[in-house]
């Protein structure tokens, strides 16, 4: 039996909307009035592949879970380069729910 998998967009829309409701607890007050202030010119969401980096941090083979993941980083553009706030590595598994988020420091 196959996995139940949610789309692309929802899963960054459901990553999206946890980092809002964490980024409070999570990064300094400065970054999130700096994020609250500029994301509407500046933000991005962004998908992608899983990278390298998430097989030391969590239980993940790229090889054999790779479309059952993705990776969205919620940042900002400006000119002296993205501020990355979050990375985020999000399950689109239906029937097996999984979030974890490095935050900027």
């Given at each position: 039996?196959?996995?139940?998998?949610?789309?692309i967009e929802?899963?960054?829309?459901?990553?999206?909307?946890?980092?809002?409701?964490?980024a409070?607890d999570?990064?300094?007050?400065?970054?999130?009035?700096?994020f609250?202030?500029?994301?509407?010119?500046?933000?991005?969401?962004e998908?992608?592949v899983?990278?390298?980096?998430?097989?030391m941090?969590?239980?993940?083979?790229?090889?054999?879970?790779?479309?059952?993941?993705i990776?969205?980083?919620?940042?900002?553009?400006?000119a002296?380069?993205d501020?990355?706030?979050?990375?985020?590595?999000i399950?689109?598994?239906?029937?097996a729910p999984f979030c974890?988020?490095?935050?900027?420091q």
């Amino acid at each position: 039996m196959s996995a139940r998998l949610s789309s692309i967009e929802e899963a960054t829309q459901q990553a999206y909307d946890i980092f809002l409701e964490l980024a409070g607890d999570n990064l300094t007050a400065e970054d999130v009035e700096l994020f609250d202030s500029q994301s509407e010119e500046f933000g991005f969401i962004e998908d992608s592949v899983p990278d390298d980096s998430w097989h030391m941090l969590v239980a993940y083979d790229q090889e054999a879970e790779a479309e059952h993941f993705i990776q969205v980083s919620v940042g900002l553009e400006v000119a002296q380069g993205d501020v990355i706030f979050a990375k985020i590595l999000i399950s689109r598994d239906l029937d097996a729910p999984f979030c974890h988020i490095v935050w900027k420091q």
